[in-house]
């Protein structure tokens, strides 16, 4: 089975080394048995890549300048977005991606700033412990879900630090939390593990 994974414009939209949460989810998806295969998403090839089938769709963040370049280059760039989250795909944005979700209405809040926090935090959600470095002005929550859009303000490789949430988007990618918790690679998914733990303990050691 092949999970197809979506990455809007991940040329421009990798500022903090976002895309490594795409590497994360494919090592953890090819212990398990999956194939993958990352597209890059934009507003002329979307249509064809949600007629093939995505299982997953991420947004990372970018620069003043990155964006600017893709509103002037991609017209159709927003409305690309807003299809792929009408098709139900699960979508994720990252920083300023998260604050591009907001603003073309994917989320049920308003965008609001503050003074700028810079800070490794911690997030609960569900029960689960989020850690992550966030850099902004944005008052909104450092780690949202409703429905299939997900958003966050944690940039960079956030699911290296947060095994358990990579793999809740596994198990949405396969569409089978059974599927994926019966296949093998426990051995090298807990080398994995361990070196989240490592990371996550010195990002703690950070906290204010």
Known sequence: M?????????AELNLN?????????????????????????NGSNFEKELAHG??????????????????VTDANFESALLAVADAGVPLLGVSSGFERMIRVGLTDFE???????????????NGTEIIGYVNSELDVPLFYQKGNIYGTLFHGP???????????????ATNSADEFDAANGEEYLSEL???A????????????
């Open 17 to 41: 080394g976002d895309l490594q949460n795409l590497l994360v989810l494919a090592k953890r998806l090819n212990a398990r048995g999956f194939s993958c295969e990352v597209v890059e998403l």
């Open 54 to 71: 995505l299982d997953f769709a991420f947004i990372g963040h970018g620069s003043e300048a990155a964006w600017a370049s893709i509103d």
């Open 193 to 195: 593990d361990n070196f």
């Open 197 to 208: 733990e490592l990371a996550r303990a010195v990002a703690r050691g950070m906290f204010s």
């Open 2 to 10: 092949t999970i197809r994974i979506g990455a809007f414009h991940h």
């Open 158 to 172: 956030l699911f290296a630090k947060n095994p358990e949430l990579a793999d809740h988007f596994c198990k949405l």
């Open 111 to 125: 965008l609001r700033r503050v003074d700028r926090r810079s800070e490794f935090a911690p997030f609960d959600w």
